[in-house]
């Protein structure tokens, strides 16, 4: 079974790769990664102007390139002579990836690069889930592959076998609202929930939301943990995966 599935697991996720470390959503860093010890990486999809899903968070290039202005105006092309290492620093001073040769890597280059690596996969736009889905079926990775989004119509087209969905941004504020109220459904379309520490200034995963999420057979995912102690406190509610930027620091302390 995938883990990020799994009731039984707990994976360390590897949040944009080892994003705290290298550039985020890079080869870099989902190589980088894998050698400190992540179980899954999460990672963000949107499309370029000529419908090739790529890696990348933001709507546009400002925050982690060389460049500006929206992704959606560019060719892959055209992407290609961006440096997505430009921006990366730890210390504010130094940008040790810059000019590296660190670019925006395609959907399908990160799945054919990790062939076996779990994706939790942010589908960032409703406009791109078609594209997704005809790689995801391409490169045979349907069975690794979760998708998530924040709105609920960016998952529409994932909705029926052999796709397995996390809940939405809607439906989570939804469920947490049923558990205060202790009004709980008895199922469930989605098969996982991806939910942060806090929103809005409240907890997400309490106890009470995790236990009732798990009998959905639903796993929790906390998103984005970086302190070993949060993290263990969060496992010892019944929490499944950490979704972090630094796996070695999580995967240290992982049970």
Not at 29 to 58: I, K, S
Not at 104 to 133: D, N, W
Not at 173 to 193: I, N, Q
Not at 242 to 247: A, S
């Amino acid at each position: 079974m995938n883990p990020l599935l799994d009731l039984s697991r707990r994976p360390v996720i590897g949040h944009r790769g080892a994003s705290g470390s290298a550039p985020e959503n890079t080869l870099e860093a989902f190589e980088l990664a894998v050698r400190q010890g992540a179980d899954a990486f999460e990672l963000d999809v949107r499309l370029t102007a000529d419908g090739v899903p790529v890696v990348l968070h933001d709507a546009t290039l400002d925050r982690t390139t060389d460049r500006g202005g929206p992704l959606g105006a560019l060719s892959l092309t055209e992407l290609r002579e961006v440096d997505a290492g430009a921006r990366f620093t730890v210390d504010g001073r130094s940008f040790p990836f810059r000019a590296a040769g660190v670019r925006i890597p395609t959907l399908s280059e990160v799945l054919r690069g990790f062939p076996e690596m779990p994706l939790l996969l942010e589908v960032k736009e409703p406009a791109a889930q078609e594209a997704v889905r005809r790689v995801l079926l391409e490169e045979s990775a349907v069975e690794r592959c979760v998708l998530a989004s924040e709105h609920h119509a960016a998952l529409q087209g994932f909705r029926q076998q052999p796709f397995a969905v996390a809940a939405s941004g809607e439906v989570i504020g939804a469920l947490y609202r049923a558990v205060l109220f202790r009004r709980v459904p008895t199922s469930v379309s989605y098969r996982t929930l991806s939910v942060p520490v806090r929103h809005r200034g409240l907890p997400v995963p309490t106890r009470w939301f995790v236990a009732a999420a798990r009998r959905l057979g639903c796993p929790v995912h906390v998103w984005t943990v970086n302190d070993p102690a949060t993290a263990l406190t969060l496992w010892g509610r019944g929490v499944a995966g950490i979704v972090t930027n630094l796996p070695d620091r999580i995967r240290a302390v992982s049970y």
